[in-house]
């Protein structure tokens, strides 16, 4: 099971999920995230609003060739 982590202060309604990155302390390129399963990249985060019950994921990027 996917570890559940509240963030420390609640969201304001309609907060982005850049918002939500930046709140727990993540540098924006240090972090992958997905929202509902869907990975979303950097640039559209602060598109992307967050409602209630969305289950979002961070993650360690992983680089390498």
Do not use: K, M, W
């Amino acid at each position: 099971p996917v570890p559940r982590i509240h963030c420390p202060s609640p969201l304001a309604a309609g907060s982005t999920l850049s918002a939500l990155v930046d709140a727990l302390g993540h540098r924006p390129e240090a972090v992958g995230t997905a929202v509902n399963g869907v990975f979303v990249a950097r640039g559209h985060r602060h598109d992307l609003a967050l409602h209630e019950g969305d289950a979002v994921v961070l993650f360690q990027p992983i680089t390498g060739g």
